[in-house]
C-alpha cells in the first residue's frame, strides 16, 4: 500500500544550527501535512502545503510542496532547544483520503 | 477554545479484558478520527467518524470498534485485549470544511494503554 518515507530517521545537531528533512512516496499525493510531536503529547500540525511547488512557512519552520507530487521538505532554521521532538509528515491516500503518516524524524540538539 | 482532551491518560488493562476510550473534539469540529501509536509501527488510523456514521476505516480487526455521539464526543472500545495492543491512543478532531477539503487534524495528548 501506499507508504510515507521519512529522512533521517534521527538527527543530532547544535542550538542554532539549521535543519532538513524531507518525505517521499511512491504515489502522488495532493496534500501534504506536516506535525510535530513532543513526549507525551499528541502531534501539533505545523504546516499544510496544498498546491505542487508550494513554498510556506510558519515562523522558523519552511515547509515545500514537491514538483513531483512524489515529495515535500522540511526545513528549520536557527534551531533552539524547544525544536527537539518527532516531525511527521502526513497526507491523504488518494482513494479514500485516509492520512496516512510517515514513521516521523526525531531531532535531537546537543549541548 | 480548549482543544481535543482524552480521558483517560493512562490505562493498565490485564490481556482479555476490554477497555473503552473517550474523546471529546474541538468545539464545532464534528470529524473525530482515531489513531494507534506504536514505536515499532508508527501511526496507524483506526477509524474516522462524522455525524455518528463511520466514514472510514482502517486495516484493524474486529475488536476495534467506535462510536460518536450527537455531540460530536466520541468512544473507542476494544475487546478482548491482546499485549499488541498496548499503544498510545490518539484522537483527533477536523474543522468544517467549507469549499476545499482541507485534512488538517488537531490532536489529543492521547490515552496511554498498558496491557499486562
Known amino acids: 500500500g501506499q507508504q510515507l518515507n521519512q529522512s533521517p530517521q534521527s538527527m543530532f545537531i547544535q542550538e542554532g544550527e539549521d535543519v532538513s528533512m524531507n518525505c517521499t512516496s511512491s504515489?502522488?499525493?495532493?496534500?501534504w501535512l506536516w506535525y510535530k510531536q513532543d513526549p507525551g503529547e499528541g502531534p501539533v500540525l505545523l504546516i499544510a502545503l496544498y498546491k505542487a511547488g508550494e513554498l510556506t512557512s510558519n515562523g522558523r519552520l519552511t515547509a515545500q510542496f514537491g514538483i513531483t507530487r512524489k515529495d515535500s521538505f522540511l526545513n528549520i532554521s536557527a534551531s533552539i532547544p524547544s525544536d527537539v521532538g518527532i516531525y511527521f509528515c502526513?497526507?491523504?491516500?488518494?482513494?479514500?483520503?485516509?492520512?496516512?503518516f510517515g514513521k516521523g524524524t526525531r531531532l535531537h540538539i546537543l549541548p | 477554545k480548549a482543544g481535543v482532551t482524552q480521558t483517560p491518560r493512562y490505562l493498565i488493562k490485564t490481556r482479555g479484558q476490554q477497555v473503552t476510550l473517550s474523546c471529546s473534539p474541538i468545539s464545532g469540529h464534528r470529524s473525530v478520527s482515531w489513531y494507534q501509536q506504536t514505536p515499532g509501527q508508527g501511526l496507524q488510523f483506526l477509524f474516522e467518524?462524522?455525524?455518528?456514521?463511520?466514514?472510514n476505516k482502517g486495516n484493524f480487526p474486529g475488536r476495534f470498534s467506535g462510536r460518536q455521539f450527537s455531540n460530536s464526543r466520541s468512544e473507542m472500545n476494544v475487546s478482548t485485549l491482546e499485549l499488541g495492543d498496548s499503544a498510545l491512543y490518539l484522537c483527533?478532531?477536523?474543522?468544517?470544511?467549507?469549499?476545499?477539503?482541507?485534512?488538517?487534524?488537531?490532536f489529543g495528548p492521547g490515552t496511554r494503554l498498558t496491557v499486562t
Open positions: 502526513a497526507g491523504p491516500m488518494n482513494r479514500d483520503d485516509k492520512i496516512i
Open positions: 504515489s502522488i499525493f495532493n496534500t
Open positions: 483527533a478532531s477536523s474543522p468544517p470544511q467549507t469549499g476545499t477539503t482541507t485534512y488538517e487534524q488537531y
Open positions: 467518524y462524522f455525524s455518528e456514521t463511520q466514514r
